[in-house]
């Protein structure tokens, strides 16, 4: 079955620096890629998504980008701000297929100082 | 909408008993599945359901059991509750066939097994 990797598990960086995060699938039969969002006490929210018939997509300061061939995707988030602190999760799965389930990575506690 | 909604909010429960967990969604969606998020960890799959009367086993099934009765309906049941299920339970839903996978969550419900 699909076994999805993330790190770093914790990223601490300035305001206003970027944050990469990074994850590897297995199943090279994955076709969509979500990250989620996930604030402290609060539930996981989708924040951009991408499929595997294109290379990045991009929504204001967040960026996701795949490489098919080596399997690998990632988050990019520019000019961090102290909301951004959360834990990401990013996940694989078929999209139209094994009724969209999604395997999910371990997550990235993502710190912003201020 | 309300969205996907859980109840209880919190549980404490002693070792052997047991419980429900009610989840209902009001955005007519097909699909919904229960995960478990132990602290730090990512998100497993317990259980899910494409439609009503049919569900199927996630990655981690054991020691809880779900019905889908209804399309808006998905409970999950806990029997003989043992602290290794002491987590925050969520439950969610996507529409399948739709542009994007989007899985919508509810709040959570955080359980306690002492």
């Known amino acids: 079955g699909e076994n999805v990797e993330q790190h770093p598990s914790t990223l601490s960086v300035q305001e206003g620096d970027s944050a990469v995060i990074k994850c590897t699938y297995s199943?090279?039969?994955?076709?969509?890629f979500p990250w989620y969002k996930q604030e402290l006490g609060k539930r996981p929210q989708l924040i951009i998504d991408i499929r595997s018939n294109v290379g990045e997509k991009k929504d204001q300061r967040i960026a996701v980008t795949l490489n098919k061939t080596a399997k690998h995707f990632s988050l990019h988030i520019t000019e961090t701000q102290p909301e951004d602190s959360a834990v990401y999760f990013c996940a694989a799965s078929k999209f139209g297929g094994s009724q969209g389930n999604l395997i999910f990575g371990k997550g990235t506690k993502l710190s912003v100082k201020p | 909408n309300a969205g996907v909604t859980q109840t209880p909010k919190f549980r404490i429960l002693k070792i052997g008993q047991s419980m429900t967990l009610q989840c209902t969604q009001d955005?007519?969606?097909?699909?919904m599945y229960w995960y478990r998020q132990d602290p730090g960890m990512g998100l497993k799959l317990i259980y899910y359901?494409?439609?009503?009367?049919?569900?199927d086993k996630g990655e981690v099934p054991n020691g809880y059991n779900v019905s889908r009765s209804t399309t808006e309906d998905f409970p999950l049941r806990l029997e003989l509750a043992a602290p290794s299920q002491t987590s925050v339970y969520f439950c969610?839903?996507?529409?399948?066939?739709?542009?994007?996978?989007?899985?919508?969550f509810g709040p959570g419900t955080r359980l306690t097994v002492l």
């Open positions: 199943d090279s039969a994955s076709n969509y």
């Open positions: 955005m007519n969606h097909n699909y």
């Open positions: 359901s494409v439609g009503a009367g049919i569900t």
């Open positions: 969610a839903s996507t529409l399948s066939g739709g542009l994007r996978n989007e899985q919508f």
